[in-house]
């Protein structure tokens, strides 16, 4: 299985997790299955999120029915790119695949882990033309 995000949904992902720094971030990522590979095409910002330095949520009661949900990507100022006991549960809950950035933010400060949470890698692909 290949993990690809495009470069647009990763970086407006990243500048959610600087923006929201001191404060956890979290968005929803939308794409599709395309045969073994999940290609993530999109991030959307849930309504009502709750948010501060050691913890982000939202209310599913809140969410619109979404067409490709394949996970999330949230941040974890000053801490590690290694997802929490609290992590486990919405890995479990929320899609297939799910991105944590650690603080300072950059490409290089992601992990991505699947629903069971191992780590697995993935790629930045370019956008789509057209």
């Known amino acids: 299985m ?3 995000i495009r470069k647009n949904a990763f970086l407006s992902a990243l500048a959610g997790a600087k923006a929201a720094n001191p404060n956890e971030f979290i968005c ?4 599709k299955r395309m045969g073994n590979d999940i290609v993530i095409d999109d991030t959307l910002i849930p309504p009502g999120i709750m948010t501060s330095s050691t913890m982000t949520s939202f209310s599913d009661w809140m969410l619109p029915w979404i067409e ?5 990507f949230h941040s974890h100022p000053g801490g590690s790119a ?3 006991r609290q992590d486990g549960w919405l890995f479990s809950h929320k899609g297939g695949v799910h991105f944590i950035a650690a603080e300072p933010f950059g490409a290089r ?8 949470g191992r780590k ?3 790629e930045v692909i370019d956008d789509e033309k057209g």
């Open 2 to 4: 290949a993990i690809k």
């Open 28 to 31: 929803l990522l939308r794409g």
């Open 68 to 72: 490709g949900l394949v996970g999330t």
């Open 82 to 84: 290694r997802p929490s």
């Open 109 to 116: 400060d992601v992990a991505a882990y699947l629903g069971d």
């Open 120 to 122: 697995v890698p993935f």
